[in-house]
């Protein structure tokens, strides 16, 4: 089993809908959370972290559920530039940076 | 502010050909990563660096050999190319302590082993 999963998708959805995506996890002593975007053969950028109590930033909100040890995207009102692919990514300590394991990623494409 | 720089960008090898992956980052980052990506497999760690002469294995190791002698550079080196080693390799660089521990990426090397 891979540490980190993710449903590859694709998930195609129309402009304005809301899609919501998951990533769960194995290690259960992991501590720190990601999400990051790539878009078509450009390097991965962060897009948000993922904090315990859970965060928004505009129309994405992450979420950590530590007892069933998945994280969540969501993303409200998408645009067609959210098309792109959304990695997860989880490391084994808040501490200090350790090793960093990504999920094989989500692809989103929507459509007009 | 150049980032993570990574050199070549596209490489083509015969198999059992040796070549080294260049990567530098201007950030005064500690930490330092390679991945390699395959269509569908998302990022696989393949070696990491928690600082200067500090290195480490992660998810598929076997084949690739890395050192890091100063804090900017991190080279990868595959010692005999095998096709299986076709991939896109990111290398990436973040703070290591006091958090965030956001990564930042350089652009790829394209590698073709024939």
């Known amino acids: 089993r891979k540490e980190v999963e993710q449903d590859p998708g694709p998930f195609n959805v129309p402009e304005g809908a809301t899609v919501a995506f998951n990533c769960t996890y194995s290690?259960?002593?992991?501590?720190?959370f990601f999400w990051y975007r790539q878009d078509c053969r450009k390097e991965p950028k962060l897009l948000m972290s993922v904090y315990s109590s859970g965060n928004e930033d505009g129309r994405f909100t992450a979420q950590l559920n530590r007892a069933s040890q998945y994280i969540s995207l969501l993303i409200r009102d998408s645009k067609l530039s959210d098309s792109a692919t959304y990695l997860c990514?989880?490391?084994?300590?808040?501490?200090?940076?350790?090793?960093?394991?990504f999920g094989s990623g989500t692809r989103l494409s929507i459509r007009p | 502010n150049a980032g993570v720089t990574q050199t070549p960008k596209f490489q083509v090898l015969k198999t059992g050909q040796s070549m080294t992956l260049q990567c530098a980052q201007d950030m005064n980052h500690e930490y330092m990563s390679w991945y390699r990506q395959d269509p569908g497999m998302g990022l696989r760690l393949i070696h990491y660096s928690v600082g200067a002469g500090i290195t480490d294995q992660g998810e598929v190791p076997n084949g690739y050999n890395v050192s890091r002698s100063t804090t900017e550079d991190f080279p990868l080196r595959l010692l005999s190319a095998a096709p299986s080693q076709t991939s896109v390799y990111f290398c990436?660089?973040?703070?290591?302590?006091?958090?965030?521990?956001?990564?930042?990426f350089g652009p790829g090397t394209r590698l073709t082993v024939t």
């Open positions: 990436a660089s973040s703070y290591s302590s006091g958090g965030p521990y956001e990564q930042y």
């Open positions: 990514a989880v490391s084994g300590s808040y501490s200090s940076a350790s090793k960093i394991i």
């Open positions: 290690n259960s002593a992991s501590q720190s």
